[in-house]
């Protein structure tokens, strides 16, 4: 299949998809440094304060860029604050015909089923485009994304990389 597409908005219950806004750059950088100290560290703030407030906002001027053109800004409809983001992505662990769900939260906002909340709307999407199927790939060591995975469906199908350094990570499948 093509790019994995995902409208721009997105709407449920509780919670709006929508493109990143240039004034949010403070909650991104927020997520780099709220990221356990266990992702790698491509994923983390580095030793120089990279990527700066000033490299994140570029980023959302740019727009969505692949391998990530559909990972989308999670806000609460209530709070109106922006609590993370959700979407597609390509070029993760997945195989290169399949896109991979990805998600992450600020911590303040992690255990209200915000995330399952926002998988379910980009599962939904992805069945409505005809994907047979979505992957996601998970470090062990993350049990709170392994049970999101688990509520959206995904099942486990083993260990694909070993990593002594960062933890093993999982590949788990939704078949759409």
Known sequence: MDEPAIPARLETPRLVLRPWRAGEAPIQRRLWQERD????????????GRPTLADLE??????PQPPAPGLLAIERRAEGD????CGLIRGGHAPADAPE??????RSAQGHGYATEA???????????GHPRL?????????AS???LEKLGFTEQGIISRD??????LLTELAL
């Open 37 to 48: 100290p266990r992702v790698p560290a491509a994923r983390r703030i580095d030793a120089q």
């Open 58 to 63: 570029a980023w959302i001027a740019r727009g």
């Open 82 to 85: 922006v609590i993370g983001y």
């Open 101 to 106: 769900i990805a998600y992450e939260l600020l």
């Open 119 to 129: 998988g379910r709307a980009v599962v939904a999407v992805a069945r409505e485009a």
């Open 135 to 143: 992957w996601a790939s998970v470090r062990v060591w993350n049990t």
């Open 146 to 148: 392994r049970r999101v």
């Open 164 to 169: 002594a350094v960062h933890g093993d990570t």
